[in-house]
């Protein structure tokens, strides 16, 4: 079948048979996603067979809560960012921290704690390096922020996520830092493993088919936020991690990876009440202006404890 063809005929199911009140919005969408999976099916010459696994395929990811973990796989959210960077430079607005992907496995509702606090529940603090983790979070003049808000969740030395894996103890690894009056915040941890999709799951699953890898290089996940100012969403990484550069979800920046540094000077290790060698990073956020705003808060569900 032509396209011309094509167009007119998912426009015949779309749009010529609206007899009620129509969402302009939804139908323009639906036109051209219908058609342009049409034009697909045209060109490719793709099966009933090979389609009908597809509409499975879909189904379950959407069944087994895989859908928002697959969106990451495909580069999807990594472009939704690249858009939002796009929009904010054309309103002369990008600067500060880099942005990049929330992810799927953000829980609201962790602990909130003022200035300090400590992120792990100390049943891998024997196995795990210590971290610690401080910075200051200023506004795009390069001011501190007071109380600016930080929330902050990573995975665990198995590459789990508490409330999404069981195992681990509520809000495990999950906190809400508020800021101090000169926008510092400070927190103790366990430095985080890198994260592997399921390996029997429905995203490994296509990840095979294509030849890629499901896995993400150690990182920690921050939303950024206080009044006048632009939500941010990032993530740093764990410098050194193999996978630093090979992301599944690609979501590796520059400007995204400090240093981290093993503290070894025994004055330091009693000072933090420890009794061996530990590992710090400094990191500091800068926020952007809440005009930004026309991309800085994204509505998405989200998991909630
Ligand atoms: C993660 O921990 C993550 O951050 C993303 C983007 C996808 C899967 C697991
Ligand atoms: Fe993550």
């Not at 749009?15 to 999976?37: F, S």
Request: charged share 25%; with cysteine; hydrophobic share 35%.
């Amino acid at each position: 079948m032509k396209h011309k063809d094509i167009e007119q005929l998912a426009k015949n199911y779309i749009v010529d048979t609206a007899e009620g009140p129509v969402n302009k919005r939804v139908q323009e969408i639906t036109l051209r996603l219908l058609t342009d999976l049409m034009k697909a099916i045209e060109d490719l010459d793709i099966s009933q067979s090979e389609f009908w696994t597809g509409v499975d395929y879909f189904a379950k990811t959407g069944a087994v809560g895989e859908m928002a973990l697959l969106i990451p796989g495909l580069g999807l959210e990594r472009f939704l960012d690249i858009r939002a960077d796009e929009a904010d430079e054309r309103a002369g607005l990008l600067s500060g921290t880099p942005r990049t992907i929330e992810g799927p496995l953000y829980v609201a509702g962790a602990p909130v704690c003022e200035g300090f606090a400590r992120l792990d529940d100390g049943t891998e603090e024997a196995e795990g390096e210590i971290l610690f983790m401080d910075g200051t979070v200023f506004d795009h003049n390069g001011k501190p922020v007071p109380n600016a808000t930080v929330e902050v969740w990573h995975a665990n030395l198995k590459g789990g996520y508490s409330f999404f894996d069981t195992t681990q103890s509520e809000f495990n690894l999950r906190r809400t830092l508020i800021a101090d009056d000169q926008g510092r915040y400070s927190f103790r941890s366990i430095v985080p493993s890198g994260y592997s999709c399921p390996p029997n799951g429905q995203t490994q699953k296509l990840l095979d088919q294509l030849g890629r890898h499901g896995h993400r290089p150690a990182h920690i996940h921050f939303f950024v936020s206080a009044e006048g100012h632009a939500k941010l969403t990032t993530q740093i990484n764990i410098d050194g991690d193999p996978y630093l550069w090979d992301d599944f979800a690609f979501a590796s920046r520059e400007g995204l990876i400090p240093a981290i540094n093993k503290i070894t000077d025994p004055a330091e290790i009693q000072k933090r009440g420890l009794d061996r060698p530990f590992s710090s990073i400094h990191f500091d956020f800068q926020l952007r202006p809440a005009e930004a705003s026309v991309t800085a808060e994204v509505e998405r569900p989200r998991r909630a404890a």
